[in-house]
């Protein structure tokens, strides 16, 4: 049975950032990952916009602030042919919005000015989603087409369908959370499209209104632009479409009726709020990508090791009348780690957040409370009153 120091199941942003960090401590790392290559999920089909987060000061603001400037700086250092930081110009939907935009100018927490409809910012940026996942993760052994079907424990080694062994494992595996049997580690499926086109239309900086679109690349005597992205939460039951999250390589099979229905419905969607910003000729589209992107119920990422809820209650049952337990004391998964919840902005959070889960795993520095899994156990278990 082979035997690694580190291994990371899911090869999105969260996983590749997670390669890179863990690569400058160790050359005993596996990656493993459903499909045939990285960012063949949700981070495939991710725009990969890097935008401020507009709004009053606040916890998330916070963060995604941290991790943009964070985030930024190493793609600009580490990968500067993957990154364009040509601006972002956020124009408002409506005249509610503008009012809104207007109250949040005390509070911006980075350069910009009036332009055209709406504010440009010069810290908006847009990277190539493949090509960095790709990087970040290059120095480690990677294993693809690989469905991780139990995962296990024992004496603090753990066992990957009973064939590879990890002394620590990383979990990255997005809206799929089925290896992660704790009920407080609540994850929504918010799915997404990104279309590619070629324009006659040149478009010299990134947009932002009700979709993103990105800066063009000249392309075959045309102009190649991203927009993204659309969000669909589906109520039915989409196990009988690409809209499956057991599906793998789900953007090099073949769609059925009811998956290209909605695709197209979205790419309708998309081109319409593209032309709102910018108005597109002669319109030809390359490529359209879908992916399941991972939300958490309070859209903070989940970082950090999982709570042993049925071994808490054990050891404190008070936990479910309120009673509050230091978190160092609840009983955990030991060597078992997170990283996950990143929602729409993967790439701007994940760098920012395998730097700290590193860190923490590596120096024992303590993580922000606002990005551990204790802080949705503390909450579900006081609702868990006998």
């Not at 390669?19 to 459903?34: C, G, M, Q, R, T």
């Not at 990677?142 to 004496?155: A, G, M, P, R």
């Not at 704790?182 to 040149?202: H, N």
Request: net charge positive; with cysteine.
């Amino acid at each position: 049975m082979k035997k690694y120091d580190y291994i990371i199941i899911g090869a999105g942003i969260c996983g590749c950032s997670l390669a890179y960090f863990l690569n400058k401590h160790s050359n005993n790392i596996l990656l493993i990952d459903k499909n045939s290559d990285v960012a063949f999920g949700a981070s495939g089909a991710a725009g990969a916009f890097l935008s401020p987060l507009l709004g009053k000061p606040n916890d998330f603001k916070n963060l995604v602030t941290k991790a943009l400037n964070f985030s930024l700086e190493i793609y600009k250092k580490d990968f500067p042919d993957f990154i364009q930081n040509v601006g972002t110009c956020r124009i408002p939907k409506n005249e509610e919005d503008a009012q809104k935009f207007k109250s949040y100018i005390p509070f911006m927490d980075f350069e910009f000015k009036a332009f055209e409809k709406g504010y440009f910012f010069p810290i908006g940026s847009v990277v190539n989603s493949y090509q960095i996942c790709k990087e970040l993760s290059k120095n480690v052994e990677k294993l693809f087409d690989y469905e991780v079907l139990k995962i296990e424990q024992q004496n603090n080694i753990w066992k990957i369908n009973n064939e590879i062994e990890a002394k620590k494992l990383f979990l990255c595996t997005g809206a799929d959370i089925t290896l992660i049997n704790e009920p407080y580690f609540d994850i929504r499926a918010v799915w997404g499209q990104k279309i590619d086109i070629l324009s006659s239309t040149k478009v010299d900086i990134n947009y932002h209104q009700e979709c993103s679109l990105s800066k063009s690349i000249e392309q075959k005597g045309k102009n190649l632009i991203s927009i993204g992205a659309t969000h669909n939460r589906f109520k039915d039951n989409m196990q009988d479409s690409s809209y499956n999250l057991k599906l793998k390589n789900i953007n090099k099979i073949k769609h059925n009726e009811k998956t290209l229905e909605i695709i197209n419905k979205d790419t309708n969607d998309l081109l319409e709020k593209a032309n709102n910003i910018k108005k597109l000729e002669d319109v030809e589209i390359i490529d359209i990508k879908i992916g399941s992107r991972a939300s958490s119920i309070d859209y903070f990422p989940m970082v950090g090791k999982l709570v042993d809820s049925k071994n808490s209650f054990i050891k404190y049952p008070h936990i479910k009348n309120g009673t509050h337990i230091k978190n160092e004391n609840l009983i955990l998964y030991e060597n078992l780690y997170t990283i996950n919840g990143v929602g729409g902005r993967g790439f701007v959070l994940s760098l920012y957040l395998a730097s700290n889960l590193v860190d923490s795993v590596i120096n024992n520095k303590i993580l922000d409370d606002n990005i551990t899994n204790y802080r949705l156990f503390s909450r579900w278990a006081r609702k868990q009153k006998d």
